[in-house]
């Protein structure tokens, strides 16, 4: 399977978004990323921007280009979801309405020095559908602001999107951030329902049912750390801390089994096409995705991945962050790394 693919993120440090993109990265034979676009998430587009860029200089990638995107959701706000959290019990991770304002170099300790294209997120999704008609796989693994604006701007282009594959959601387990809510539909839910209402073809989720069945332990993490590369260095720099003072400890890896799937499908075992809306009533369940009846109103089929290979995806995505050359040569700069404490939110 070959994709051009817009890669739309909400990256934080190197886990999760940034380990997907190094594993598409030795694939450029098979996938074409023609973009990234960065959106408010996990960090702030400006902070999530920095850990972006970072990671193309360390990979070598630097000629792909990064696209600011949309800076805060369609409607939900801090205010908001502390009034939902008051009412309603604990969310678990804000992500960057807990953002502190300082911009702070990654974990490098310098900002790189590739920097982001002038044009927008936004009109760079526009004007790439345009140039590539019915040819583009939209990679979001974040909440999907950019991809709204873009269709609520232009919403004949959706059509004319090969398919959209997204990292969110959750059917069948508990959300991560509410009980019933995943971190990337509940930051934006009116952006994802906007999305799902539109007339893109082929929809693809990879939501917490099948991402939560691979948690990354110790003894894998220190397997691929052995492996003494710049990209095994940021990998051991920014996770590390966690099995330091918990050896018992793990991590979700959601987005990379996202970016093994656009590599090799075969890692997925089940998947059913199921009819989902998004819950954008403010409430309890405000962010939840559900499957509902296929008659309802602003329904849409989605090819809902629920199972998955594990071992099969432990093997790529070892192999994959072990490289020690991923694209080219290293910026000499790319690792001074200054003394800093370990990023503890949850990130998807």
């Known amino acids: ?14 886990n999760d978004d940034a380990a ?46 990064l696209y600011l995107g949309a800076e805060a959701p369609l409607l939900n706000t801090p205010r908001l979801a502390a009034k939902q959290e008051a009412e309603f019990g604990p969310i678990t991770f804000k992500g960057a309405f807990d953002a ?15 920097r982001p294209q002038t044009t927008g997120a936004v009109q760079f999704i526009i004007n790439t559908l345009e140039h590539y008609p019915n040819e583009v796989t939209i990679v979001a693994l974040g909440p999907m ?32 951030t509410t009980r019933s809510a995943e971190f990337n539909i509940w930051f934006d839910p009116e952006a994802a329902a906007a999305v799902l209402r539109s007339t893109i073809p082929h929809v693809v989720m990879f939501g917490l ?26 990998m051991l720099h920014d996770l590390a801390p966690r099995f330091t003072s918990q050896p018992d400890a793990y991590y979700y890896a959601w987005d990379c089994i996202t970016a093994a799937w656009l590599i090799d499908p075969s890692i997925v075992t089940a998947v059913e096409r199921l009819p989902l809306t998004v819950e954008t009533e403010f409430g309890p369940t405000y962010g939840a995705t559900r499957v509902t009846s296929s008659a309802a ?8 991945m629920l199972g ?27 690792f001074s790394f200054a003394p800093q404490p370990p990023d503890k939110g949850t990130t998807e």
């Open 1 to 14: 399977m070959n994709h051009r693919i817009i890669f739309d993120t909400d990256s934080a440090v190197f």
């Open 20 to 65: 997907a993109l190094a594993m598409l990265l030795p694939h450029q034979d098979q996938i074409n990323i023609l973009g990234i676009t960065v959106v408010a998430g996990n960090h702030t587009v400006a902070q999530g921007t920095e850990h972006m860029l970072h990671l193309l200089e360390v990979t070598g990638a630097t000629h792909l280009p």
């Open 100 to 114: 502190k304002p300082d911009l702070c170099p990654p974990h490098g300790g310098h900002f790189a020095t590739v």
């Open 145 to 176: 602001t950019n991809l709204a604006m873009a269709f609520l701007a232009r919403p004949d282009l959706a059509s004319t999107v090969k398919q959209l594959v997204f990292m969110g959601g959750n059917v069948r387990v508990p959300g991560n």
């Open 209 to 234: 049912d099948i991402t939560n069945q691979a948690p990354i332990k110790q003894d894998l993490f220190n397997r691929i750390v052995t492996a003494d590369t710049p990209l095994t260095r940021l």
């Open 297 to 304: 109103r602003n329904v849409r089929l989605v090819d809902v």
């Open 308 to 334: 998955l290979d594990v071992d099969k995806f432990y093997a790529m995505y070892e192999n994959l962050l072990k490289k020690s050359n991923v694209c080219g040569p290293i910026a000499t700069n790319a």
